[in-house]
Nanobody, 121 residues
Framework: QVQLLEYGGGLAQAGGSLNLSCAAS????????MGWYRQAPEKERELVAV???????SYADSVKDRFSISRDILKNMVYLQMNSLKPEDTGVYYC???????????????WGKGTLVTISS
C-alpha cells in the first residue's frame, strides 16, 4: 500500500523560513507529479506548488518567488522550501502525488495526512 509521509512544518515568525519534506513509500512503480496543497482555517484546499517528473514546476501566484519545490526522483521524495513566510501562509500542508503501483495499473491519487504550518506576525 502506498503512503505519503510529510515531515517538517511547525511554528515560524513572519519573514522566516521552513522546509517541508514528503516521502512516498510502498508498492511504487512510477511517480508522476508530486506537489503540495494547503488548507487554511475555513478555506478550501488550494494548490501551492507541483513538480512534474520532467523537473518543471508550477506555483500558486501567492507563493511565487518565495517558495521553491524540488524532488528526488530516485528516493520518491518532494520538498518545499518556504521563505519570506507570511501569516497568510498558515494552514495544513498536504503532500499529493499521482502514483502507478504497477506497469499495467492506472495512476492513483495519494494524499499525506498533512502537517501544520503556523506563521506568527
Amino acid at each position: 500500500q502506498v503512503q505519503l509521509l510529510e515531515y517538517g512544518g511547525g511554528l515560524a515568525q513572519a519573514g522566516g523560513s521552513l522546509n517541508l519534506s514528503c516521502a512516498a513509500s510502498g508498492r511504487i512503480f512510477s511517480v508522476g507529479p508530486m506537489g503540495w496543497y494547503r488548507q487554511a482555517p475555513e478555506k478550501e484546499r488550494e494548490l501551492v506548488a507541483v513538480s512534474l517528473h520532467s523537473g518543471r514546476a508550477s506555483y500558486a501566484d501567492s507563493v511565487k518567488d518565495r517558495f521553491s519545490i524540488s524532488r528526488d526522483i530516485l528516493k520518491n521524495m518532494v520538498y518545499l522550501q518556504m521563505n519570506s513566510l507570511k501569516p497568510e501562509d498558515t494552514g495544513v500542508y498536504y503532500c499529493h502525488a499521482n502514483i502507478w503501483e504497477s506497469e499495467l495499473a492506472n495512476a492513483k491519487e495519494y494524499w499525506g495526512k498533512g502537517t501544520l504550518v503556523t506563521i506568527s506576525s
